[in-house]
């Protein structure tokens, strides 16, 4: 079998094509196993649980028997968990017994229960994996039931299977691993077939690319029923042989500081999110909190998953250079769940690189170079030709860690997974539906194609305009949406804004109202039909936490956004541009 030697000591890794994660895993477990591999904070802060490499490597066998005892090998199996270890455990079982796992994403209840029933009906599996509280709580299983009457619900979260068990036979490379659906809408769910050798593929990029190695000491509060704090922030380092330290995501959200707590605590050299993330602590953290704080051994701060701003990272590096963060680990990065998760970023200790902006064009952040391994390019979506250096395209990615498609939906799969660019001979293309740009080997991602705002035959990027709308005003947040809506025959500009906390009743609101009108006439030369500003919190939003525009659109045509009080001043002067 070939092997490879890694940075910093890693252990030789498999490399030939009939690896499997879980084969890395046992391989661990007889190497390092009583090192620990997880951590899960008690409240973000207390010591919690942990799991060594020889304790994951049992409890996954044990439930792994229990899958295949019940048929599930080759078989959807849903995850039904909160934030904590047993979903791991559900996981690793999957992948030991050759079940396709299906993580669901939960919040609360009745918030996730109509998508994890949506994801019932399209992944049809086989059985539910679960924690005993979810098991017994009627608001899911009712909504999962009413689509799957038939599923057997498994508690893992107490006393494993009595007795031992050999690790199954490796499931097939080309078998899928797992489900990974998208965040899109609850009706229309999107299941990205992830197989045993995408996920191999994707963790040598993404070591490679950050720096990683069996040293690395990883600090994650994102979701593991999405792709980011799945495949980057829980199975990465667990690939690697290293340890990884976790909390809920709500833990974070409601405490900031709690991350970086832990990552001084736990001394981690890897961590990131998306870029509110960034922009929370940027906002939140007072200077006195950070007393005493050591972020000095943080060497890969990535940022993804979500535009990249570079005016947030700039904030949060210089309210975090106090503590010993360096801006040299700001990593902005970029992927999806369509490429199991990375597709470019770095190189680690470059910091943030920008396109600088100009008169029709903002300061753009550069995600890195792509990874290697793969190939990208940035392609006319019209007429599928290559574009060069510079211009702005859609982009097309395609390698070995490239989904398989989508769980039984074969024409959508056949239309996003294989394009062809025009007048070339290669391989199949994963068309992102992003647009981005290359220059001097890295990669800007500008929006998403399907978002672009066409006002009097002129193209804009909703994010470019959101941008402009939140640094407007003090009293608006870093959450906006921009979108089009009809109006006599063709299509205007509506920008839906919400206001920082503490603001909804603010006498200033008309002032900021303005002051976003008159930032994107300047900037953009587009005078929108209507601001709107709205409370914190209550645009929709993913399960990852994006803006769903076409839902913010919807609610606006509908009236039902929630509108904040804005009592109108006596108009004051707009200067910059029009739409004529």
Same mark, same amino acid.
């Given at each position: 079998m070939a092997q490879t030697t890694g940075p910093g000591g890693l252990a030789p890794l498999p490399t030939d094509q009939t690896t499997t994660l879980a084969q890395v895993l046992q391989r661990h477990a007889r190497n390092r196993s009583d090192k620990v591999a997880l951590r899960f904070l008690d409240r973000g802060e207390g010591a919690g649980q942990s799991l060594t490499y020889a304790?994951?490597?049992? !409890?996954?066998?044990?439930?792994?028997?229990?899958?295949?005892?019940?048929?599930?090998?080759?078989?959807?199996?849903?995850?039904?968990? @909160?934030?904590?270890?047993? %979903?791991?455990?559900?996981?690793?079982?999957?992948?030991?017994?050759?079940?396709?796992?299906? #993580?669901?994403? %939960?919040?609360?209840?009745?918030?996730?229960?109509?998508?994890?029933?949506?994801i019932a009906a399209d992944a049809r599996p086989r059985l539910v994996l679960c924690s005993a509280a979810l098991a017994a709580?009627?608001?899911?299983?009712?909504?999962?039931?009413?689509v799957r009457p038939d599923l057997d619900w498994i508690p893992t979260d107490g006393p494993a299977p009595a007795g031992d068990? #050999?690790?199954?036979?490796? @499931?097939?490379?080309?078998? #899928?691993?797992?489900?990974?659906?998208?965040?899109?809408?609850?009706?229309?769910?999107?299941?990205?077939i992830v197989t045993q050798s995408n996920l191999i593929a994707n963790m040598e990029m993404i070591r490679r690319a950050f720096g990683h190695d069996s040293e690395t000491r990883m600090v994650s509060w994102l979701p593991l029923f999405h792709d980011m704090g799945l495949v980057g922030g829980m199975l990465q380092p667990l690939y690697l042989g290293a340890e990884t330290v976790l909390m809920a995501p709500m833990e974070f959200i409601q405490r900031p500081l709690r991350w970086l707590q832990a990552i001084a605590r736990h001394r981690a050299t890897s961590s990131g999110g998306p870029n509110f993330a960034y922009a929370l602590c940027a906002e939140?953290?007072? @200077?006195? !909190?950070? =007393?005493?704080?050591?972020?000095?051994?943080?060497?890969?701060? %990535?940022?993804?998953?979500? #535009?990249?701003?570079? =005016?947030?990272?700039?904030?949060?590096?210089?309210?975090?250079?106090?503590?010993? %963060?360096?801006?040299?680990?700001?990593?902005?990065?970029?992927?999806?769940?369509?490429?199991?998760?990375?597709?470019?970023?770095? @190189?680690?200790?470059?910091?943030?690189?920008?396109?600088?902006g100009s008169a029709d064009q903002p300061e753009r952040v550069i995600c890195g170079i792509g990874a290697a391994?793969? !190939?990208?390019?940035?392609?006319?979506?019209?007429?599928?030709?290559?574009?060069?250096?510079?211009?702005?395209?859609?982009?097309?990615?395609?390698?070995?860690?490239?989904?398989?498609?989508y769980w039984q939906q074969p024409e959508r799969s056949r239309g996003s997974f294989g394009a062809r660019i025009a007048n070339e001979d290669g391989p199949a293309f994963l068309r992102t539906g992003d647009l981005g740009q290359m220059q001097g080997g890295g990669l800007a991602v500008v929006g998403r194609l399907k978002d672009i705002v066409i006002i009097r035959g002129a193209k804009h990027h909703p994010e470019d305009i959101e941008a402009a709308a939140t640094r407007a005003h003090p009293a608006l947040s870093a959450t906006a949406a921009a979108f089009a809506v009809p109006q006599d025959g063709t299509e205007a500009l509506v920008v839906v804004q919400e206001v920082k906390?503490?603001? !909804?009743?603010?006498p200033a609101l008309d002032l900021a109202t303005q002051a976003v009108t008159a930032a994107i006439c300047e900037e953009f030369g587009v005078r929108p039909l209507e601001v709107v500003l709205v409370r914190p919190g209550t645009l929709p939003r993913t399960t990852s936490n994006k803006i769903r525009r076409?839902?913010?659109?919807?609610?606006?045509?509908?009236?039902?956004?929630?509108?904040?009080?804005?009592?109108?001043?006596?108009?004051?002067?707009?200067?910059?541009?029009s739409d004529g």
């Open positions: 304790d994951l490597d049992r !409890q996954a066998r044990l439930w792994a028997a229990e899958l295949l005892a019940r048929g599930a090998r080759g078989r959807t199996v849903l995850l039904v968990y @909160p934030p904590g270890l047993p %979903f791991v455990i559900g996981f690793w079982a999957c992948l030991y017994a050759g079940a396709i796992a299906v #993580p669901t994403p %939960f919040i609360t209840p009745a918030r996730s229960a109509p998508r994890i029933a949506a709580e009627a608001t899911i299983r009712d909504a999962v039931a009413a068990a #050999p690790p199954p036979a490796p @499931p097939h490379p080309e078998d #899928p691993a797992f489900l990974q659906y998208t965040s899109g809408s609850t009706a229309d769910p999107r299941g990205v939140r953290l007072r @200077p006195e !909190q950070l =007393e005493g704080l050591d972020l000095s051994s943080w060497r890969v701060a %990535f940022c993804g998953a979500e #535009p990249v701003r570079a =005016e947030d990272l700039r904030r949060f590096a210089a309210r975090l250079a106090p503590a010993g %963060f360096d801006p040299k680990a700001l990593f902005p990065c970029y992927g999806m769940a369509e490429t199991t998760l990375f597709v470019s970023g770095g @190189p680690a200790g470059s910091g943030l690189a920008t396109l600088p391994g793969q !190939q990208l390019a940035i392609v006319d979506p019209e007429t599928c030709e290559r574009l060069p250096e510079g211009k702005v395209g859609e982009i097309w990615v395609a390698g070995p860690h490239v989904g398989a498609g906390r503490g603001h !909804q009743a603010d076409d839902a913010c659109r919807a609610a606006y045509l509908a009236a039902e956004l929630a509108r904040c009080p804005v009592v109108p001043k006596e108009c004051v002067s707009i200067s910059g541009g």
